[in-house]
């Protein structure tokens, strides 16, 4: 696990950063901006998969994820949506759409005509069940739908005839892998913000003192400090899970992501935690530090670390002291905090009246601390549970999600060039978040999760480590010899001939037992002729038989040629 944050030494406050990216160390290390050597690689050019004649007539995007984000898309089978759009929407007959999936190698086209959202502009097609990679029961009591795409290349073609009796077209490839676990939300995840913790070690929660600490709390009336501190702990919950409830795709229905958020721990596990409270203890300083995830496998992990240090610590947003929209939020808090008004408990009570000007002046000011407040703390809580349920692994298309490999942007959103989203995206790094994007002051759009990310979570795109490239799958045309003797050569040489080998495959001899094929090496076929592997077989090991001969490429597809070897 990669751990978030870049702390940096201060010499006079100890809140002297905001830093939810970056490199963690014992010793002080550079946050150096990514060489070219980080710089994530790009998919390689379709063969034989023509461009679109023009592309302003009609687009193709998977997941709501724009072009720009979207480089190699690996899918599961099933459960994702193909959204069409028309740029000239009154150049085209719309219901004249269609939309097909062919498979690179030998199989079914599937031609989808029945979109789940047909507009004026377009229209959005579902391919299979949408209940995050869930298959079909083994029992066949489930009516879950199965996979709906076989592993391996694929090309999207979606055709529209212009007003001008032209048919336009547009094609996207993809790759198309069966996940090897459930998807990081599969099942749900319950994440616990804690707000009792105690960082200081005076027995007592630290967050009433980080309350204080923005005028929001004053220690003069119990009761309207009760009430303002759950309050303002309903506030961040609750904008904390609207980060995660947001579409940014805008595919059909609120589509909300299968995470929940409260301040009490759940009445079953497993849970994640996350405390809410205080300063980062020692002398480096950062508001949010939670370990990166990846694949959300540990459903149970605790960001209430001291020692680390994990979590969240609010009383760190006196960095912004200088910021205008700070200011305004706290500025009139801190001369007259909350509970040092008389009014301050008929304004948060049955009986505030809002036709009173003087009460309804201070709820106002109450409010807009609460609300400022509340939002900076859930944007960094949203950051932080991102990381702990997957956001963001580094590495390119296929491996991670655009993350960064060190650096400021370690575990961040970068673009497919390397560089940092011009959005204001949840999880680009902390540093390019100032507060205004934080506290969505002042007119500033809140960040929000990237297309791909929420995909990820949602189960719509894998990532698979094996798919750097779209290759078409592997065929096996014979084996030669076809037969061996086990008391003949202590090592066998054979030979697998076909298509689509590529280098470094994985050759298996499978019969009652399975058997590897050693040393493989790949001559590349050349001028039509078949791709030849040649590897070694440790003949006294086999028992007599007959033997399927399979295939298997880096890239996880896969060949198999039935009864191909005799073993004598």
């Known amino acids: 696990m990669q751990r978030d944050g870049c702390p940096r030494r ?3 406050r100890r809140s002297t950063a905001l830093l939810l990216a970056g490199c963690l160390a014992g010793a002080l290390l550079a946050c150096d901006p990514p060489t070219d050597s980080d710089v994530p690689e790009l998919a390689p050019a379709l063969p034989n998969s023509p461009n679109p ?54 199989g079914t086209q599937i031609v989808l005509s029945d979109p789940v959202v047909r507009r004026p502009d377009g229209a959005t097609f579902s391919v299979g069940d949408h209940s995050n990679w869930i298959a079909a029961a083994d029992d066949g009591d489930s009516a879950t739908t199965g996979p709906v795409l076989a592993p391996g290349s694929h090309t999207l073609w979606a055709t529209v005839e212009r007003r001008d009796g032209a048919t336009e077209s547009v094609s996207l490839a993809v790759a198309v892998r069966a996940p090897t676990g459930p998807s990081p939300l599969a099942g749900g995840q319950w994440v616990q913000l804690d707000f009792e913790a105690d960082r200081d070690g005076d027995t007592m929660p630290d967050f009433p003192a980080d309350l204080a600490t923005f005028g929001l709390a004053s220690g003069l009336s119990p009761a309207v400090d009760i ?47 996350i405390c809410v409270a205080g300063e980062t203890p020692g002398e480096d300083a950062f508001i949010g530090n939670v370990l990166l995830d990846p694949g959300n496998l540990d459903r149970s992990d605790d960001a209430c670390d001291d020692f680390l240090p994990s979590g969240v610590f609010p009383r760190e947003l006196v960095y912004y002291a200088d910021v205008p929209a700070y200011e305004e939020a706290f500025g009139p808090l801190l001369a007259a905090p909350a509970g040092s008004d008389p009014l301050d408990i008929v304004v948060l009570g049955a009986t505030y009246d809002p036709g009173d000007p003087d009460q309804r002046a201070r709820r106002e000011t109450l409010t807009r601390g609460v609300e400022t407040f509340a939002q900076a703390v859930a944007s960094v809580v949203a950051h932080e549970a991102g990381h702990a349920m997957g956001l963001v692994p580094p590495g390119r298309p296929g491996v991670g999600l655009y993350g960064g490999n060190d650096g400021r942007d370690f575990t961040h959103n970068l673009t497919p060039q390397g560089d940092v989203p011009e959005e204001s995206l949840l999880m680009n790094p902390g540093p390019t978040l100032g507060f205004e994007d934080l506290a969505g002051s002042n007119g500033t759009p809140l960040p929000r999760l990237r297309e791909l990310n929420f995909a990820y979570l949602q ?29 003949g050569a202590l090592l066998e040489i054979v030979e697998v001939r076909g298509t689509g080998l590529l280098d470094s ?53 896969s060949a198999t040629l039935r009864d191909a070897l005799e073993v004598r």
């Open 227 to 273: 009430r303002m501190e759950s309050w303002v702990i309903a506030e961040i919950v609750d904008r904390t899970s609207a980060f995660y409830r947001a579409n940014p795709s805008q595919l059909p229905g609120g589509d909300p992501l299968a995470v929940r958020f409260s301040a009490d721990p759940p009445p079953r596990g497993p849970y994640s935690r």
């Open 10 to 12: 201060t010499a006079a």
């Open 505 to 557: 495959p994985r050759v298996i001899l499978r019969g009652e037992l399975e058997f590897p094929v050693l040393h493989v090496a790949n001559l590349a076929g050349q001028n039509g002729a078949p791709d030849t592997l040649i590897g070694q077989v440790l003949a006294p090991t086999l028992a007599p038989g007959r033997y399927d001969v399979e295939v298997t490429n880096p890239d996880g597809q």
């Open 53 to 106: 004649t023009n592309p302003t007539w009609i687009e193709v995007t998977i997941g709501g994820i724009p072009e720009r984000d979207r480089g190699l898309l690996v899918l599961p089978p099933s459960g994702f949506f193909i959204d069409v759009h028309f740029p000239q929407p009154d150049a085209v007959i719309p219901e004249t759409l269609g939309l097909a999936i062919r498979p690179w190698a030998p």
């Open 459 to 487: 189960g719509r795109v894998i990532l698979d480590r094996r798919v750097d490239a779209l290759h078409p799958p592997p065929k096996i045309e014979s084996i030669s010899p076809s037969t061996i003797r086990t008391d």
